[in-house]
């Protein structure tokens, strides 16, 4: 029997057809989980051979994922990387200079771009963009900075880094939460994805811990496993033994809800490690938090996705700036989602196996500090002003102990015109090219204490009893009796 169909029945057909393309576009996008220590360093997991510390469940991620043994932060200190990971570019192109500084609201974050894609998304726990400084404090309901205002539906957040039994912000609300900082942020996580797991809009969740980060406090039972160390170091590793099982909880959840084997699931740190704190932070490598030195920026990676990535150890140089362009590639955004220039790549093609060099060098930039990675060689300087280079093969030497500047000068000089080449194109952007009209709408404001400011002002009374505060109050009272100097 022969079929004929009208004109109107074919496009009604072909519509429906289209409609399920896209429905199964849709069911097919990734949940996608990032989750961020704060002062975590290189060295500290199981997995790299820590003598002390256990971090089975990073462990058994890192097992099921795809390890990177050579993932950079963004920057040395945390409000950067945080700047960086939020937008694919080096945060001095954003207007996040260092800690405290807030992020410029002409930027185009990821969560933004998610959201227009039909994501539903997510913040819970340091925000650090604001641009305030001290102790961590419930982010404001209308904070024209806070998680809100960058593209997130839901938030539990803080201004900074937090620790035990904290103060928090349910998007505007002030709820007091008991237990270690990092098992409350992924329980408000948990939260948010339970109610979403069943929806038709894939999530978007944004874990960012207040540990290790100083001041150190960690749950009696977790600190006793450290008991022969010195306190600061006792409660610093307790700390870590809560993040790690938190990250227990998160993956056993993910699989309690049915989605871990289309989860993009992300681990990092916002920069390397602490110096102070015995044993070692950084895994034998030079520098510290603070620094362009390895130890200051390279800080353990971690991408686990069953449904597409094959499990291994990858030593492809990686950064924080890379995760928006590799989401957008996975997802399909539009072109226009990410604000040009972009630092990072998309790292896609690295979940199927090994891509051979990276197609774009890392570049940082931090207060005086500048250092260039070129795969396996990098450039640094700690005084772009001075401009004396230090030149290092990071695949023979990663601890960076012999200055390789004056034996390779043709090397030296290629690898110092591309870091002069990053700094000028980071310069423009942080005048303001990248935006309309070639400049910035608003100025950039300065960083402050938030218990120096207006908005904080009606919380300090009933704050300053509170352990994590009590301090910081005192200081202001006693700067605000001290006399004022009259100028010269």
Same mark, same amino acid.
């Given at each position: 029997m022969?079929?004929?169909?009208?004109?109107?029945?074919?496009?009604?057909?072909?519509?429906?057809?289209?409609m399920a393309v896209v429905a199964g576009a849709a069911e097919s996008r990734p949940h996608i989980i990032f989750v961020m220590a704060d002062d975590m360093g290189w060295g500290q997991t199981g997995y790299r051979g820590h003598p002390r510390l256990k971090t089975p469940h990073l462990d058994a991620m890192a097992?099921?994922?795809?390890?990177?043994?050579?993932?950079?932060?963004?920057?040395?200190?945390?409000?950067?990387?945080?700047?960086?990971?939020?937008? *694919?570019?080096? %945060?001095?192109?954003?207007?996040?200079?260092?800690?405290?500084?807030? $992020? @410029?609201?002409?930027? /185009?974050?990821?969560a933004q771009s998610l959201r227009a894609a039909g994501y539903v998304t997510g913040?819970? *726990?340091?925000? %650090?963009?604001?641009?305030?400084?001290?102790?961590?404090?419930?982010? $404001? @309901?209308?904070?024209? /900075?806070?998680?809100?205002?960058f593209g997130f539906d839901t938030w539990t957040s803080m201004t900074n880094f937090f620790d035990r039994d904290p103060l928090m912000s349910r998007q505007g609300e002030f709820v007091e939460l008991n237990g270690d900082s990092s098992e409350i942020a992924v329980d408000e996580a948990v939260a948010f994805l339970e109610r979403h797991r069943g929806g038709k809009q894939p999530v978007f969740a944004v874990i960012w811990y207040g540990s290790p980060h100083s001041p150190f406090r960690a749950l009696e039972a977790d600190r006793a496993l450290f008991s022969d160390l010195d306190d600061a170091s006792a409660d610093h590793y307790g700390e870590l033994v809560a993040m790690d099982?938190?990250?227990?909880?998160?993956?056993?959840?993910?699989?309690?809800?049915?989605?871990?084997?289309?989860?993009?699931?992300?681990?990092?740190?916002?920069?390397?490690?602490?110096?102070?704190?015995?044993?070692?932070?950084?895994?034998?490598?030079?520098?510290h938090k603070g620094s362009v030195f390895e130890g200051g920026l390279r800080v353990p990676g971690i991408i686990e996705w069953p449904a597409a990535i094959q499990p291994r150890v990858t030593s492809h140089p990686a950064c924080v700036t890379d995760l928006f362009p590799t989401v957008a590639d996975i997802v399909g955004l539009p072109d226009d989602a990410l604000l040009r220039p972009v630092d990072g790549v998309s790292l896609k093609p690295l979940f199927a196996g090994e891509t051979g060099p990276r197609t774009a060098p890392l570049g940082f930039r931090y207060a005086k500090k500048a250092a260039l990675i070129d795969n396996g060689h990098k450039i640094l300087t700690e005084d772009l002003g001075k401009g004396v280079f230090h030149v290092y093969d990071l695949e023979t030497d990663p601890n960076e102990t012999t200055d390789l500047s004056a034996s390779q000068p043709e090397l030296t000089a290629r690898l110092r015109e591309a870091l002069l080449a990053f700094d000028a194109s980071v310069s423009a952007s942080f005048a303001g090219r990248?935006?309309?009209?070639?400049?910035?709408?608003?100025?950039d404001p300065d960083p402050v204490s938030w218990h120096e400011t207006e908005a904080y002002r009606p919380y300090l009374e009933s704050w300053k009893s509170r352990r994590e505060y009590g301090s910081t109050m005192e200081?202001?009272?006693?700067?605000?009796?001290e006399p004022k100097k009259s100028p010269n």
């Open positions: 022969k079929l004929t169909f009208s004109t109107a029945t074919i496009f009604a057909l072909l519509g429906c057809l289209a097992a099921n994922g795809l390890r990177f043994e050579r993932f950079y932060a963004g920057g040395p200190v945390c409000s950067p990387t945080r700047a960086s990971v939020l937008t *694919g570019r080096t %945060h001095d192109r954003t207007g996040v200079l260092s800690h405290g500084y807030a $992020l @410029r609201r002409q930027e /185009r974050t990821i913040h819970f *726990g340091k925000w %650090h963009l604001s641009g305030y400084r001290g102790p961590g404090a419930p982010v $404001l @309901r209308d904070d024209p /900075r806070g998680p809100g205002a099982r938190s990250i227990g909880t998160l993956r056993a959840k993910l699989r309690e809800f049915g989605m871990a084997e289309n989860t993009m699931l992300v681990f990092c740190s916002d920069n390397g490690g602490l110096p102070g704190i015995e044993p070692g932070t950084v895994g034998g490598l030079r520098g990248d935006y309309p009209g070639g400049a910035l709408s608003e100025p200081l202001q009272a006693k700067r605000a009796k």
